[in-house]
């Protein structure tokens, strides 16, 4: 069939990015969907036979290919293979998932854990059977996508705060009428801006309305408070959110996601949530790895300190250069750019200097807000990152960024 022959909505929805990505390969200017050709320890890939360093991963203190978290994915093939026998609550548990999950809680410093097949479900499902009709969820403007998707398909009553603006998440909750069910849900650390939530206002007005709090911990665990535990333990706040979602793709070189909480609502998570009764359960070797990546976190607390100053370096180093990284203390750092094409050029003069990292351009990010969204980890040398630095400010006095 020939898409091009028909001019109904689909059509120009293919050919609209049809389009933009011919133009971006013409110019150059594509860098998507790389294939890695190998990974060279924690902060280094081959990509198109060309060695570089890695500034775009998630992996944030560097467990990827870790010898302990390797032998736990292979003793879990050897052990129960590769897939399992279907969905978690008929046939698909494995032990290896109720020690993750009692790891996980552990971990948490919650009563109870229960995991999916991604982060992305995670959020989907869980939004989705907590919220419907007639319930009110509050989000902030800023979250991420499977959190949005997951309060949309929840059909409760969706409303929005400016990103961390506190005065605006109490005005929102003072809009909800008398008796409906509210629920407050953010990121801990935001994506694309790399900024802290105000955990401890959020927590005040969710209980002075009475509203459950959800948050989501991707890019928070491993990276927040001093074990790694996130950003309860960041803000010294002990047990006060309600529903504490994280994924195991990131700082956790796996695949999944989870909740932590009250052992009465993972409960009911196990038995109300469409994506544990009829999605397959996580694999053996992934559940294995998650578990023991979650070990050695506590084991190797050097790791913690060292994505910290390596984030705290690279921060430093960009403003010093003149770059706005916008209210970035994490190891996600923002170097914005300004336009899409400003973004497309830094990225491309990054890439020829063999740094591997990525522009986010609209509609990701505001218009006018386009950046490179790097990251540094555990993984890399003080040295790697000025190395970095050098070749950003050189770039962004060429393009005129600074
Ligand atoms: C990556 C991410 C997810 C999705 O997690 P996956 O495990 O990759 O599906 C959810 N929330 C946030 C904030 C994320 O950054």
Same mark, same amino acid.
């Given at each position: 069939?020939?898409?091009?022959?028909?001019?109904d909505?689909?059509?120009?929805?293919?050919?609209?990015?049809?389009?933009?990505?011919?133009k971006?390969?013409?110019?150059d200017?594509?860098?998507?969907?790389?294939?890695?050709?190998?990974?060279?320890?924690?902060s280094?890939?081959v990509?198109?036979?060309?060695?570089?360093?890695?500034?775009?991963?998630?992996s944030?203190?560097?467990?990827?290919?870790?010898?302990?978290?390797?032998?736990?994915?292979?003793?879990?093939v050897?052990?129960?293979?590769?897939?399992?026998?279907?969905?978690?609550?008929?046939?698909?548990?494995?032990?290896?998932?109720?020690?993750?999950?009692?790891?996980?809680?552990?971990?948490?410093h919650?009563?109870?854990?229960?995991t999916?097949?991604?982060?992305?479900?995670?959020n989907?499902?869980?939004?989705?059977?907590?919220?419907?009709?007639?319930?009110?969820?509050?989000?902030?403007?800023?979250?991420?996508?499977?959190?949005?998707?997951?309060?949309?398909?929840s059909?409760?009553?969706?409303?929005?705060?400016?990103?961390?603006?506190?005065?605006?998440?109490?005005?929102?909750l003072?809009?909800?009428?008398?008796?409906?069910?509210?629920?407050?849900?953010?990121?801990?650390?935001?994506?694309?801006?790399?900024?802290?939530?105000?955990?401890?206002?959020?927590?005040?007005?969710?209980?002075?309305y009475?509203?459950?709090?959800?948050?989501?911990?991707?890019?928070?665990?491993?990276?927040?408070?001093?074990?790694?535990?996130?950003?309860?333990?960041?803000?010294?706040?002990g047990d006060?959110?309600?529903?504490?979602?994280?994924?195991?793709?990131?700082?956790?070189?796996?695949?999944?996601?989870?909740?932590?909480?009250?052992?009465?609502?993972?409960?009911? $998570?196990?038995?109300? *949530?469409? /994506?544990?009764?009829?999605?397959? @359960?996580?694999?053996? #070797?992934q559940a294995?790895? !998650?578990? &023991?990546?979650?070990?050695?976190?506590?084991?190797?607390?050097?790791?913690?300190?060292?994505?910290c100053?390596?984030?705290?370096?690279?921060?430093?180093?960009?403003?010093?250069?003149?770059?706005?990284?916008?209210?970035?203390?994490?190891?996600?750092?923002?170097?914005?750019c300004?336009?899409?094409?400003?973004?497309?050029?830094?990225?491309?003069?990054?890439?020829?200097n063999?740094?591997?990292? $990525?522009?986010?351009? *609209?509609? /990701?990010?505001?218009?006018?807000? @386009?950046?490179?969204r #790097?990251?540094?980890?555990a !993984?890399? &040398?003080?040295?790697?990152?000025?190395?970095?630095?050098?070749?950003?400010?050189?770039?962004?006095?060429?393009?005129?960024?600074?």
């Amino acid at each position: 069939m020939d898409i091009h022959t028909t001019d109904d909505a689909v059509t120009r929805r293919i050919n609209f990015f049809t389009e933009r990505v011919r133009k971006l390969r013409e110019d150059d200017l594509y860098f998507y969907n790389l294939p890695v050709e190998e990974i060279k320890g924690g902060s280094r890939v081959v990509v198109g036979g060309r060695e570089m360093g890695m500034y775009a991963s998630y992996s944030y203190l560097g467990l990827i290919g870790h010898p302990r978290i390797n032998a736990a994915a292979k003793a879990a093939v050897d052990k129960f293979g590769t897939g399992t026998n279907g969905v978690r609550l008929l046939a698909g548990t494995l032990t290896l998932h109720t020690e993750l999950e009692e790891t996980i809680a552990a971990f948490k410093h919650a009563e109870a854990a229960v995991t999916y097949s991604s982060g992305y479900v995670t959020n989907l499902t869980v939004l989705s059977s907590l919220m419907g009709r007639g319930d009110f969820v509050i989000s902030d403007k800023l979250n991420h996508a499977s959190i949005v998707d997951g309060c949309l398909m929840s059909g409760a009553e969706f409303r929005r705060f400016k990103h961390n603006d506190m005065d605006e998440l109490e005005r929102r909750l003072q809009q909800v009428p008398g008796d409906a069910a509210k629920l407050v849900v953010a990121d801990a650390v935001f994506s694309m801006d790399g900024d802290v939530l105000d955990l401890p206002r959020t927590v005040e007005i969710c209980k002075k309305y009475n509203a459950w709090l959800m948050i989501d911990e991707a890019h928070s665990v491993g990276v927040l408070g001093k074990t790694g535990r996130g950003i309860e333990e960041h803000f010294g706040l002990g047990d006060v959110i309600d529903i504490k979602m994280g994924t195991l793709s990131k700082t956790i070189p796996s695949v999944g996601g989870y909740v932590a909480g009250k052992k009465e609502l993972v409960q009911y $998570l196990r038995h109300a *949530s469409r /994506a544990f009764i009829f999605s397959a @359960a996580l694999p053996p #070797a992934q559940a294995a790895a !998650a578990n &023991e990546a979650f070990k050695v976190i506590l084991d190797e607390p050097w790791r913690i300190e060292k994505v910290c100053a390596n984030g705290e370096q690279f921060i430093k180093g960009l403003k010093g250069a003149g770059f706005d990284t916008m209210l970035s203390t994490t190891a996600i750092v923002p170097v914005l750019c300004g336009t899409d094409e400003r973004a497309y050029k830094l990225t491309q003069v990054c890439h020829h200097n063999d740094l591997f990292v $990525l522009p986010v351009v *609209s509609p /990701a990010v505001p218009e006018g807000q @386009a950046r490179l969204r #790097a990251t540094v980890t555990a !993984a890399h &040398e003080p040295k790697e990152i000025e190395y970095a630095l050098g070749v950003i400010e050189k770039a962004g006095h060429e393009i005129g960024i600074i």
